[in-house]
Each structure stands twice: as C-alpha cells, then as structure tokens.
Nanobody, 116 residues
Framework: QVHLVESGGGLVQPGGSLRLSCAAS????????MNWYRQAPGEPRESVAG???????YYLEAVRGRFTISRDVAKNTMYLQMNNLKPEDTAVYYC??????????WGQGTQVTVSS
C-alpha cells in the first residue's frame, strides 16, 4: 500500500502561482510513476503531468510551459509548480502513483481556484 497526502492548494488570482506537494508513505519503493490529475466541476478527470523513476516527464499541452513537475526521491515527495495560472486551471488536483504491480493509488485531492 502507498499512502498519498496532497497539500498546497488554495485561491489565487489569474497570473499567480501555487506549488502543490504530494507526500508518499508506505511501499514507496514500489512506485514506478508519479502523476498529477485534475478534475473540474462537471468534467472528467484529466492527466496534467507525470514523472517516471528515470526522470522522464510529460505534460498536458494546456499546461506545458506553465507547470513544472518534480520529484524529491529522498523525501518521497512530488511537486507541481504552477505559474501563470488561468481560471481554466480551477479544479481539484489529485496525486496519483502507479506501483510496480500496476496498482493505482490516489490522494484525497486539493482544491485550486483561480479567480479575481
């Protein structure tokens, strides 16, 4: 089992920045990839960014150049630095990891609201 706890969400004005954190505990040695998803009201959950064990990253096209995903292996923590936030980035952001036995684990989610 892997336990995930997100933090760092909040209310920010358009153009502002937030940094989300996801702390993992439990069977962290089994983690293969770490990902951020988001879900806006009435919308399906979508993948925002991810990072693999060898450091490869991917980004949703809508956030490329504004968001940066990183991982501190020593702290078992993943981050999402979000700059130049837009109202359409408003959503609940979820941390996700995939283990080496192909099991998905999810955090509880953290609300990000971009509004003036």
């Amino acid at each position: 089992q892997v336990h995930l706890v997100e933090s760092g969400g909040g209310l920010v004005q358009p153009g502002g920045s937030l940094r989300l954190s996801c702390a993992a505990s439990g069977r962290v040695s089994s983690i293969v990839t770490m990902n951020w998803y988001r879900q806006a009201p009435g919308e399906p959950r979508e993948s925002v960014a991810g990072v693999t064990n060898n450091g490869n990253t991917y980004y949703l096209e809508a956030v490329r150049g504004r968001f940066t995903i990183s991982r501190d292996v020593a702290k078992n923590t993943m981050y999402l630095q979000m700059n130049n936030l837009k109202p359409e980035d408003t959503a609940v952001y979820y941390c996700n990891v995939v283990s080496d036995d192909d099991v998905d684990y999810w955090g509880q989610g953290t609300q990000v609201t971009v509004s003036s």
